[in-house]
């Protein structure tokens, strides 16, 4: 019987984690979804995350706050333990590789600070090209659709005035022809995506989302800069060697590491968000002056995906600089408040995930 975790059990301990502290912050997800989604229009004020919390409930009602829950939740367990998964198929891969070259009896090899960056990129990476799928049906559902054209016209005088809608005129034209209302369930919107976008659909999103995954390795070294400085800025004060940081001082180094991380990657967070949620599509139309086509056809036999680069270049000269930040401090905050549940909640999520997996080994042996 298993007396502590696992590397599986820790997985599964950081995959609840996870599910927890998105589930407590979900409606502050959404509406960051959605800033991040929609782009300002010239001429208008800017959009705040409040204004669209308050019109999500106007509109949509509480049960707005949640769409996309089941499929946010499945996306952050799967990826949770995809990335451990290949996190331990490659970094045991290359230990092998390592221990081959040395002589018969030899201890393993240490692996470096940047050997462990980069295997975890990798992994990263890996986990992403598996689990995006469910991350971009996620996100379709967290955008939402309406077939109420009158709605959309209070839509676009009231908090959202300041945004373009995504699929706006495909939508109305839906709804006007007199087609089934829009279905927004995990299926519906899988098979909305394959309809429109081909297979490769479900995949939107994947360069901006690989070049993310150095995010891990920038919010280390941030945390290590940020920790050598206090340490000895700790120790020119108290003129003692060997300090130690306070658990909360640990926990402040690791929100302001994550913050600077985010703040780096920003502009390709942002892009991926409008690649998955179609918008970047919607002003490519709007640009090239094409015929958009319609619902649940093909909608690129002429043209071709947006890339994030070219987004982020439209964006500069539509915007400046600061268009590559919409929505960028309800990304910090929902950063900021996940971290702080895992940090606090985190013995209780091993005791959660350590029970589970006495259950699983007491069933093992009963068959």
Not at 132 to 157: C, F, M, Y
Not at 300 to 328: D, P, S
Request: glycine share 8%; with cysteine; charged share 20%.
């Amino acid at each position: 019987m298993p007396a502590q975790l696992t590397p599986f059990g820790a997985a599964l301990a950081g995959a609840l984690g996870g599910c927890f502290s998105n589930a407590a912050i979900y409606p502050l997800d959404t509406a960051k979804t959605r800033l991040q989604a929609f782009h300002n229009q010239k001429g208008h004020s800017k959009i705040s995350l409040l204004k669209v919390l308050k019109q999500i409930l106007r509109e949509e009602g509480f049960s707005g706050y949640y769409r996309g829950f089941w499929a946010t939740m499945l996306n952050t367990f799967s990826q949770q333990y995809a990335y451990f998964f290949f996190y331990s198929l490659v970094r045991g891969s290359y230990i092998r590789r390592l221990s081959a070259k040395l002589p018969k009896g030899s201890r393993a090899p240490t692996l470096s600070t940047a050997a462990e960056l980069l295997l975890s990129a990798l992994a990263g990476g890996l986990a992403q090209i598996f689990t995006i799928p469910v991350s971009v049906i996620a996100t379709r559902q967290q955008i939402g659709s309406s077939l109420d054209k009158a709605k959309r016209r209070r839509d676009a005088e009231s908090a959202f005035d300041s945004v373009s809608t995504p699929e706006s005129s495909d939508i109305e034209s839906a709804s006007e022809s007199g087609k089934v209302p829009y279905d927004d369930s995990f299926i519906g919107v899988a098979k909305e995506i394959v309809a429109e976008e081909g297979v490769g659909g479900l995949w939107l999103g994947i360069q901006p989302g690989l070049v993310l995954t150095a995010n891990p390795a920038i919010t280390y070294g941030c945390y290590e800069r940020v920790k050598s400085a206090l340490l000895l800025a700790q120790e020119k004060a108290t003129g003692k060697v060997d300090t130690k940081l306070s658990t909360w001082m640990t926990f402040s180094i690791g929100a302001i590491s994550k913050t600077l991380a985010t703040i780096v990657t920003y502009p390709y967070i942002m892009a991926k968000i409008r690649i998955q949620a179609r918008s970047a599509d919607a002003d490519e139309y709007k640009t090239t002056r094409e015929e958009k086509p319609r619902p649940y056809h093909s909608h690129h036999e002429r043209t071709h995906h947006i890339g994030a680069l070219t987004l982020l270049h439209r964006v500069f000269l539509q915007e400046g600089i600061v268009g590559w930040y919409q929505g960028m401090s309800a990304q910090i905050l929902k950063g900021v408040i996940n971290q702080a549940l895992l940090f606090l909640l985190k013995e209780q999520f091993e005791h959660w995930a350590l029970a589970i997996m006495v259950i699983l080994y007491r069933l093992r042996r009963k068959s």
